[in-house]
Every structure is written in structure tokens, then in C-alpha cells.
């Protein structure tokens, strides 16, 4: 019987606030995401704590603001650290998760960034899968060391014949993380492979780059889609990106 298929979302936050900080988003996030009924989604910019915004604002810490609105389980990886806060990545899942591992993959002082490695067992399926949320750097001479530590980590920690899933904001509109996470890895971006190119995704009111990606092994690709329009082009910098994937037969 083929198995039951799984909807993904990757997402950078933009930690849940307007342009100029004044007003949150994230009660219409939660609602935007509610509307998606995605079974795993992949965040960055995550806001776990932010003192003067709790005082404010409802929706933090907000890995379990969302979770709560969508009914889904959390994990959290704080990447960046400051006196009133941090924040990271995290993803939500419709399924328990199994493993909750942050990785620390930052190789300066000014971006602290993470890779978050979950395990699901999506309903009616025969294997987990394992979820992998990441947020690499602006600079490509830095990502480069960073696919090497992604590639790495990979390797020592999911097994070879274990379905992944690979998402996040990758910050590479070069397009030079497929070579490195194919030939690496086996990895597959989900749009390349449906559309024949990257989606773009940012900025979000007039997407020109492709920066988002979500990347799979051993996963069949149904869909891939962009969500564009309202409400998206104003909740942050960045579109979400969505896909509705099955186990390869």
C-alpha cells in the first residue's frame, strides 16, 4: 500500500515582527500556518525569548506559541544569544519527534548558526525520517566551510538508508549547496527536481532570490510551491516554501 504523504514547510520567521520592530506577527503567522495544515515545518529565526517583547506582545517563546496553535510537538535550537533573548531555529511536527539535537555550525562571531536534527515516524509509515532545520551564512566562502560541516554531520549521524529531509534558509542564490549536498549526500532540492530551478523566495513582497531550499533523500516529490500573495508578503522577509513528499518506492 503506498504510504500516506507528508507536507513540508521551511520558513524564516524574521522573529515574528514588522520591518521597523513595532508590531508582531504572530498571531497572523499562526493563523497563515494553520491554513497551510502542513505535517512538519522547518523554522528559522525563532525567537525563543526576547525580554521586552514578552511585555508586549502574545506569541513568545514562540516555537510553543505555534506549536500550541497548530497542535503539533517542538523542537527548539537557540543559535544567537544576547542579554535579553535568543533565538534559532526550531520545527514542528503533527508527528512525535523522537531526537531533538542542536549542532552548532557557526564559523564567526557575528552569525551564530545551527543546524536542528529531529526524528519522525509519520502515521502508517514503515520508516522515520529524519528532519534536519538550517540557517547558514550570508557569505558564500563561509557557507562552503558549512556544507563540509553539513556533509560531515550527515554522514556520522543518519544512516545511509534513512529517508532526510533537508530545510531551511540557506542564504544561496548561487545555487552552490546542490553539488555539495548531491554528490555529499545523495540530496535531492525538491523544486530543482520538479520545476528544473530554485524557487524564489525573497524578498517576500518581490521574490528575486532563492534562498530558501528544502532538500530530500529517499523521498518521492508530488508538489513544491511558493506560497506567494497575502498574507505571506507582509508576515516576513522571506516566502514560505511548501512540498507534499511520499516514500520512494
Not at 43 to 62: D, K, N, S, T
Not at 139 to 168: E, F, K, S, V
Not at 236 to 246: K, V
Request: aromatic share 8%; glycine share 6%; net charge positive.
Amino acid at each position: 500500500m503506498p504510504s500516506k504523504r507528508l507536507s513540508v514547510v521551511t520558513f524564516n520567521l524574521h522573529k515574528g515582527m514588522s520591518p521597523l520592530n513595532r508590531r508582531s506577527h504572530m498571531q497572523e503567522i499562526a493563523s497563515a500556518l494553520q491554513q497551510l495544515s502542513a505535517d512538519v515545518l522547518f523554522l528559522q529565526e525563532v525567537q525563543g525569548r526576547h525580554a521586552g517583547r514578552e511585555q508586549c506582545h502574545a506569541g513568545w517563546p514562540q516555537h510553543d506559541f505555534l506549536a500550541s496553535a497548530l497542535a503539533h510537538s517542538a523542537s527548539y535550537g537557540m543559535n544567537a544569544r544576547y542579554d535579553h533573548g535568543h533565538h534559532g531555529n526550531a520545527v514542528l511536527s503533527r508527528f512525535p519527534q523522537q531526537l531533538a539535537a542542536n549542532h552548532d555550525i557557526s564559523v564567526n562571531r557575528l552569525e551564530r548558526r545551527g543546524i536542528l536534527h529531529t526524528v519522525i515516524r509519520p502515521q502508517g509509515w514503515p520508516q522515520a525520517v529524519a528532519c534536519l532545520c538550517a540557517h547558514l551564512n550570508l557569505l558564500a566562502r563561509d557557507r562552503r566551510r558549512q556544507y563540509q560541516t553539513l556533509q560531515h554531520y550527515i554522514r556520522q549521524h543518519i544512516p545511509a538508508d534513512m529517508p532526510l529531509i533537508l530545510a531551511g534558509d540557506f542564504n544561496d542564490w548561487r545555487g552552490e549547496a546542490d553539488s555539495w549536498l548531491g554528490h555529499g549526500c545523495g540530496l535531492q532540492e525538491v523544486f530543482v527536481q520538479q520545476q528544473g530551478q530554485h524557487a524564489r523566495s525573497f524578498p517576500a513582497r518581490l521574490p528575486l532570490l532563492p534562498l530558501d531550499r528544502i532538500y530530500v533523500r529517499g523521498l518521492h516529490v508530488h508538489q513544491a510551491a511558493v506560497c506567494r500573495g497575502q498574507p505571506w508578503s507582509h508576515l516576513s522577509d522571506h516566502l514560505p516554501l511548501f512540498a507534499s513528499l511520499s516514500l520512494a518506492a
